[in-house]
Nanobody, 128 residues
């Protein structure tokens, strides 16, 4: 059974950068679409980004477009979220999630209910 573990969160000043990692075990990550989601205190969970099985197709929330980059290394069973130009409003717990997909290149969507495997989350705090 697939398991996901996030890492790389922390405290960073506005304008700074962090790279989150989502490490998979138990099953080859290449069979799964991966999404990154976040939840801030008192707010609903929102989709941040997702990536197709092959990595050829990605999708981003408007709030992070141009600042965040998602990538994957299926050989290392790991997905990354590079976050640049961080803002205080990016503060949240970030989760990676996965769902099986038959198509290698189909566009992914950031709809949380589609994802059935979730990590435990990593805290990102953007503050001076």
């Amino acid at each position: 059974q697939l398991q996901l573990v996030e890492s790389g969160g922390g405290l960073v000043q506005p304008g700074g950068s962090l790279r989150l990692s989502c490490a998979a075990s138990g099953f080859p990550l290449g069979y799964y679409v991966i999404g990154w989601f976040r939840q801030a205190p008192g707010k609903e969970r929102e989709g941040v980004s997702c990536i197709s099985r092959s990595g050829s197709s990605t999708n981003y929330a408007n709030s992070v477009k141009g600042r965040f980059t998602i990538s994957r290394d299926n050989a290392k069973n790991t997905v990354y979220l590079q976050m640049n130009s961080l803002k205080p409003e990016d503060t949240a717990v970030y989760y990676c999630a996965a769902h099986l997909a038959t198509s290698v290149q189909a566009m992914c969507v950031m709809t949380g209910v589609l994802y059935d495997v979730w990590g435990q989350g990593t805290q990102v705090t953007v503050s001076s």
